[in-house]
């Protein structure tokens, strides 16, 4: 079978038996096999071989392809681990990349507000089995071994918080505000007056409910709004897993509102996912079912347009296997409460959401993806000399939440 020749090269430190439709069994890799790949459908031979970046997540969706032994997270990190399976319609992919990759990308309004709803607009209560309690849908921060996804998330907001060097009375814009967690949490914490745009009609309703049930909602607004529509000034810009929905040719007018937006001595704190390897494509299955129009740039790809708009980087920090940590949290939660999600949607939903955060964590892990946090500013002094600042301002948050407890 020409598909298990094409794994052969792919599996190399461990090792995975497949089963083919007529039910010939072939060994990849070293050792005995804990895992076996099982296909049920002849057709599938031909698809996973000419384009088994999008067909192998189908099939699973599909049940056409069952995994024995194990789950498909075992199988994807086999499979991710070494080298990445190609087929001709892949490689042919990666040539055209240059061209393929903004037309893929290109988000006007109306295409950016259809692929939000693709995701976003899912029953909140799907997004209510796995999140934490503030509904964080973007990495969180791990700074010591053995915390909670909760304490976690907490940890994150107090991370970015801290970046923004917010003060009392401080106006802030939150692109891309989620359920409205982050907007609530600084209100609550720094005494700031935050307006949250998402193009979610779900978020925008559990945002608002957020901010009236916190006592926040005199302090706090949102508004279902493209960053490319938003008046006025703030002091600070947060935009927190939005970017990665901008696509590379739209990152010129956003940095530029970034800075039109943005007060003379304000502060800005971009948080993104980003590859460590250049610029790429985005993983074919990934763009047709679960972000469309989704991309995560290569730093490469992001500075220079920073530059463009006159911007300073003020500071950039890496986040490597924090958003892996993330993920396994969610797909270990999503698993535990799968059954309600199943009654929420169907098997193949589950399925497909399953294949999503397997294969989301094992591309931190083992293919480059990493999380990076950037602090803009408009002016050479908007900041401190040194970042010692930004301990001290994370200190203060977590004793302040400690006391409140």
Known sequence: MLFARLLKDAVRSDSLALVDARGHRHVLGQGEPRITLRLHDPALHRELLL????????AYMDGRMTVEGGGIYEVLSILTRDAQVEGPVGRLVEALAPITR??????????????????????????????????????????????????????????????????????????????????????????????????????????????ERCGVADRVRFELCDYREVAGCFDRIVSVGMFEHVGAPHYGRFFARVRELLADDGVALLHSIGRSDGPGVTNAWFRKYIFPGGYSPALSEVVPEVERAGLWATDIEILRLHYAETLRHWRERFAQRRDEAKRLYDERFCRMWEFYLSGAELSFRHQGHMVFQMQLAKSIGAVPLTRDYMVEAERRLADARVLAA
């Not at 384009?51 to 189908?58: H, I, S, V, Y």
């Not at 693709?118 to 053995?146: I, V």
């Not at 409205?180 to 978020?203: K, N, W």
Request: hydrophobic share 40%.
């Open 51 to 58: 384009n088994p970046r999008l067909a192998f997540g189908e």
């Open 102 to 211: 903004r037309i893929q990308q290109t988000n006007p309004l109306k295409r950016s507000r259809d692929n939000v709803a693709h995701h976003y607009d899912l029953s909140r209560r799907l997004y209510e089995l796995f999140l934490d309690r503030n509904m964080q849908y973007s990495c969180a921060y791990f700074p010591r071994p053995g915390m909670t996804l909760d304490e976690a998330q907490e940890a994150k907001m107090r991370h970015i918080a801290a970046k923004l060097l917010l003060q009392p009375g401080h106006s802030v814009l939150d692109i891309g505000c989620g359920w409205g967690g982050m907007a609530v949490f600084l209100a609550r914490h720094a005494g700031v007056e935050v307006t949250g745009i998402t193009l979610s009609t779900e978020q925008l309703e559990a945002a608002r409910e957020r901010a």
